[in-house]
């Protein structure tokens, strides 16, 4: 087997890998994850408004 052959085999096997995760990144069943995990930067936020009221109405006290 020469270097030409296995290249092409390797292009070949890469791009079924690519077709197959392309494929499972947009299938219906991942779909859900994907849409819980899109928000989880947003579920750590520090609540601050509150916080600085709290401190203020100890400070006023």
Partial sequence: MDYGTAGSIFTVVVFVCFIGIVWWAYSSRTKARFDEAQ???????????????????????
């Fill in 39 to 61: 928000n989880l930067v947003f579920d750590d936020e520090p609540t601050q408004p509150s916080e600085k009221k709290e401190r203020e109405s100890s400070i006023n006290e």
